[in-house]
């Protein structure tokens, strides 16, 4: 990414039947979400990188509460979200902050299709 301080990568594949250690050194650095907005080309770097690719699993009991949620089982758990939504708001990263480009009003309609995708809002048919 251009600094010129790194000068050496130390890049090994991981084996097959590997330890789980090396597995888990790998699985963390795509979950270390706040190196995305170092800038726009760490960004890209990671979004391409990432793209289509399975990065959470769910295994045990978080297997067996994903099949429950994704079943609707646990629909008596989740919470009503009151949000009400009134503007759009349009950011853009520049100049290493995120510089606000548009602020409106929600019409009506946008409003209602806001709300009605939420998790049982009012709205909800």
Avoid: H
């Avoid at 130390?10 to 795509?30: C, F, P, Q």
């Amino acid at each position: 990414m251009g600094d010129e301080s790194i000068t050496q990568v130390d890049v090994r594949r991981v084996k097959r039947g590997g330890s789980t250690k090396d597995v888990k050194e790998i699985a963390k650095y795509a979950a270390k979400d706040s190196d995305y907005t170092i800038s726009q080309g760490v960004f890209d770097c990671f979004y391409e990188a990432l793209k289509w690719r399975q990065v959470i699993t769910y295994n045990g009991l978080f297997r067996d509460s994903n099949k429950k949620y994704k079943d609707k089982e646990l629909e008596e758990y989740k919470k009503l979200d009151c949000t009400e939504y009134y503007y759009m708001l349009l950011y853009r990263w520049g100049k290493g902050e995120y510089i606000e480009m548009e602020r409106r009003e929600l019409t009506e309609e946008e409003r209602f299709a806001i709300m009605k995708q939420l998790l049982g809002g009012p709205y909800d048919d």
